[in-house]
């Protein structure tokens, strides 16, 4: 079947709600010729875009939205330009519109169809390229390194042995207990002058395109999950993790152990030291430490008063 994803989460040409909703087997509410041009999770959403929602909880946030189309479990009132498509499962079925529009197709071959590889690019053995990945110029690829289908790879970078580009996002479904996947359709763009150490990962986005900026450094054994976006000249120690959909600015420095929450910006210049937990978002060109990270000022001095405690105690005993 051919790939109609043109940018992964853009169809290659519009597709009316009615055409959208038989292949789900699913009914509509809404002009029979409205327009479909990408199917979108809605961290990432765009005009145009289908979103699912099967929560009452986030049903407002999805309507609001750029979306103009809503896959979902209950009939609710939406704006004239929207409409939405009812389903009884609407994450199943959203996977259902994933599949159909990008199918698995296992990989017979080290490379994949339609990729464009630059001639002074260096393979090592044993290395995986999927279908239409794009690889730019002197890029050095080491032993067992896995890149996925639709990764983009610029100039001068070079990927540590091992590692692994472009898979699957962790996005799972909670229902009777059980996890169920949900397909990833996006990608991974990593920009010139970026080096990537060994057996580190980098998750494929949802339905869009998890970024490394330009001239960034990330160390072994170093997870950045989905839909994240790097800025430039950032810096990541060994064992570096960094969950999906969090937004990280130009000249981020993340010492070793550094784990962060999804949904987290973190600003210009900042820099977290080794085994700090990230849960909320840092404001830029400040140095952050601990767990919850801190000002690393107020936790040293939160530290220095805990080192106080069993002489207070003490003294306190002691009358």
């Not at 970026?194 to 960034?216: F, M, P, Q, R, W």
């Not at 054994?221 to 990280?248: E, F, P, R, S, Y």
Request: proline share 3%; with cysteine; hydrophobic share 35%.
């Amino acid at each position: 079947m051919i790939n109609e994803l043109d940018t992964l989460m853009k169809l290659q040409k519009p597709h009316t709600i009615t055409e959208i909703s038989k292949i789900i087997n699913c009914d509509f509410i809404g002009k029979p010729n409205h327009e479909i041009t990408g199917i979108n999770e809605i961290h990432s959403v765009e005009k145009g875009d289908l979103i699912f929602v099967d929560h009452p909880k986030y049903y407002e946030k999805a309507i609001q939205s750029k979306a103009n189309t809503i896959l979902i479990n209950k009939e609710i009132d939406f704006p004239e330009d929207k409409a939405i498509i009812i389903s009884e499962n609407p994450f199943e079925d959203y996977n259902k519109l994933t599949h159909h529009f990008k199918p698995y197709i296992p990989h017979l071959k080290s490379i994949g169809k339609d990729c464009i590889i630059d001639a002074s690019a260096h393979f090592y053995p044993n290395v995986f390229i999927g279908n239409r990945v794009k690889i730019g110029k002197n890029v050095i690829i080491h032993a067992g390194v896995c890149i996925y289908d639709d990764c983009e790879i610029g100039d001068n970078v070079t990927i540590g042995p091992n590692s692994i580009i472009g898979h699957y996002a962790f996005y799972y479904n909670k229902k009777d207990n059980k996890y169920n996947r949900m397909l990833s359709c996006g990608s991974v763009r990593i920009d010139q002058n970026v080096e990537i150490g060994a057996l580190s990962t980098i998750d494929a986005g949802v339905s869009a395109t998890t970024i490394i900026g330009e001239g960034t450094k990330i160390d072994n054994q170093v997870h950045i999950g989905h839909d994240t976006i790097v800025g430039k000249n950032c810096l990541m120690a060994a064992n570096v993790g960094i969950a999906g959909c969090v937004v990280i600015k130009d000249n981020v420095t993340l010492w070793g152990q550094v784990g962060c929450a999804s949904n987290v910006t973190i600003g210009k210049n900042v820099i977290v030291g080794a085994q700090s937990g990230i849960s909320k978002s840092l404001e830029e060109g400040k140095t952050y430490f601990g767990s919850p990270c801190e000002d690393v000022r107020k936790k040293f001095k939160e530290i220095a008063a805990i080192k106080k405690l069993p002489e207070l105690i003490d003294r306190l005993k002691n009358g």
